[in-house]
């Protein structure tokens, strides 16, 4: 399955409904991409099953007995719970029948779990997620940078202004590529991660936005590896903050973005594979030294980029 291709290791996944069906086949695909899985079920044969099959590919599971309708056997069960980082709120069923012949009784039991259940099974979640999940992110100071790459002086606002809006409208790209379905492989060879995803930048003592990608730091000349399939959208030299950059298409809003390079190999329209070498490390734009960023992006949502990468 695709979600193989994907690290949950150390996270806890709760299925509702899945003891069959589609909660079955999530269940079994979510463990297999390594999430513990907290499984609920109301039907214990059910649950048992699906135990004996994760344990099969030697995944984790945590059996919850429960009617996701039975509000209060629900909040017990799931305060139980310490942590749950993903959510499949899958319990939910169907009674056919013609439009004008639909009984009330069935009408009330379909709403009751379809629409009622979930939503308190997601808000019982979310406040366990919001409690506990509250992801603690680093304070990075750098000094030395020039003075004009942290506040910039007016006259290079056109210019900024232009580049932000080519690289958004790469990142806004939409196209059918399955690339993003494939594993990403580290980009630069033998590096130290100096950045990661989330921290605060303070910049010549100016606290700044957080930073939202990964810095590899290397020698400069370094050579840059492409992390996966995908076509380039945005190849430019010389980017006031981000120096030369290269934006890459994965497939369904996926992008990829690499900054502050010294030397660029690709085009626009270029098709590259996975481990193509596409650029060499640099200090261009706004740097302190030789090190490539890397972003990940779903449109204009800002993802980490250590979730599709096997970082040690």
């Not at 979510?30 to 590919?57: F, M, P, Y």
């Not at 030697?58 to 059996?63: A, E, F, L, N, S």
């Not at 909040?75 to 639909?102: C, R, S, W, Y």
Request: charged fraction near 25%.
């Amino acid at each position: 399955m695709y979600l193989q291709k994907i690290n949950l290791k150390n996270k806890y996944a709760l299925v509702t409904g899945a003891g069959k069906g589609l909660g079955r086949a999530c269940s079994i695909a979510l463990a297999e991409a390594g999430a513990t899985i907290i499984a609920l079920s109301r039907t214990q044969s059910d649950l048992d099953k699906l135990e004996t099959e994760i344990k099969k590919i030697k995944g984790k599971v945590i059996k919850i007995n429960c009617d996701v309708m039975n509000i209060k056997e629900l909040k017990e069960k799931l305060g139980k719970i310490k942590i749950i980082d993903i959510l499949v709120n899958n319990a939910g069923t169907n009674i056919p029948e013609p439009f004008e012949k639909i009984k009330q009784e069935n009408m009330n039991y379909l709403v009751d779990l379809n629409l009622k259940a979930a939503f308190n099974v997601a808000q019982l979640v979310v406040k366990k997620m919001l409690k506990n999940k509250k992801r603690k992110y680093n304070i990075q100071k750098i000094e030395g940078l020039p003075k004009k790459k942290v506040t910039p002086p007016e006259e290079f606002y056109a210019r900024i202004k232009k580049e932000n809006k080519l690289i958004g409208e790469a990142r806004e790209i939409e196209s059918d590529l399955q690339f993003f379905k494939e594993k990403f492989i580290i980009p630069v060879d033998d590096a130290i991660i100096t950045g990661v995803y989330g921290s605060q930048r303070i910049l010549n003592g100016i606290p700044k936005w957080p930073h939202y990608g990964l810095d590899f730091a290397q020698k400069k000349g370094t050579p840059v590896k492409a992390m996966n399939n995908g076509i380039v959208t945005l190849a430019e030299k010389d980017l006031f903050y981000t120096g030369a950059t290269l934006i890459f298409d994965h497939g369904h809003g996926i992008s990829t973005l690499y900054m502050h390079m010294n030397e660029i190999f690709v085009n626009v329209g270029d098709h590259v594979k996975k481990g193509d070498i596409v650029a060499t490390v640099g200090t261009s734009g706004r740097s302190t030294g030789p090190h490539l960023d890397i972003r990940l992006n779903w449109f204009s949502t800002r993802l980490d980029p250590a979730t599709i990468l096997n970082i040690q």
